[in-house]
């Protein structure tokens, strides 16, 4: 047994599953819907099992369908080809027909895509990383020591402006700084 992958009728991952070592590929998965008003039942595709490794580094990943027809079509191509040519091969007599022709199999896509858009991957890779809880303990503290500072200024200020409020200002002031002044 190994490991495919279940994937919607879009070529987009829903699950893993395990398939025999032998299948290979890609295999519809089909269902029987019920029968209505004396109709024959349907059979429907509703996904497919992809007997491929999903690369690594994908988002999410997606089956891209026509690359396989694509190469499906070039496998066929190339078998028939291959078939002609060893056919025309063996038509000779031995004297003149050289070596036998060889099979070349076409390139073989990597039929796993990105499913997900561009300016969605920049958005998961520009997201802010949340600090860790020691780097925003600091932070808080740095802040805390700013609002402090900035206080005192103002304090300053309004004592030099208005002599008479020292004394509340200064229990104000005891309260930010925790009793503290």
Do not use: H
Not at 18 to 31: C, H
Not at 138 to 150: I, N, P, W
């Amino acid at each position: 047994m190994k490991e495919a992958t279940k994937v919607d009728l879009d070529g987009l991952y829903i699950e893993p599953v395990i398939v025999p070592f032998s299948q290979t590929g890609m295999t519809e998965i089909r269902e029987l819907l019920p029968a209505e008003d004396d109709k024959e039942p349907e059979d429907i595709v509703t996904g497919y099992i992809i007997a491929e490794k999903v690369p690594n580094g994908l988002f999410k990943p997606r089956w891209d369908f026509s690359l396989w027809d694509d190469y499906q079509a070039a496998l066929s191509a190339a078998l028939e080809d291959y078939g002609q040519a060893l056919a025309d091969w063996n038509a000779l007599p031995e004297e003149e027909r050289g070596e036998r022709p060889a099979y070349v199999e076409p390139v073989r896509p990597e039929c796993w895509v990105e499913g997900m858009a561009q300016e969605e991957i920049d958005e998961i890779r520009n997201a802010p990383v949340p600090l860790s809880p020691d780097q925003r303990i600091a932070q808080l503290e740095t802040e805390s020591v700013e609002v402090m500072l900035g206080l005192t200024e103002i304090y300053e200020a309004l004592v030099e402006t208005n002599p008479g409020a020292g004394a509340r200002l200064q229990r104000l002031m005891s309260v930010f700084s925790g009793g503290k002044r």
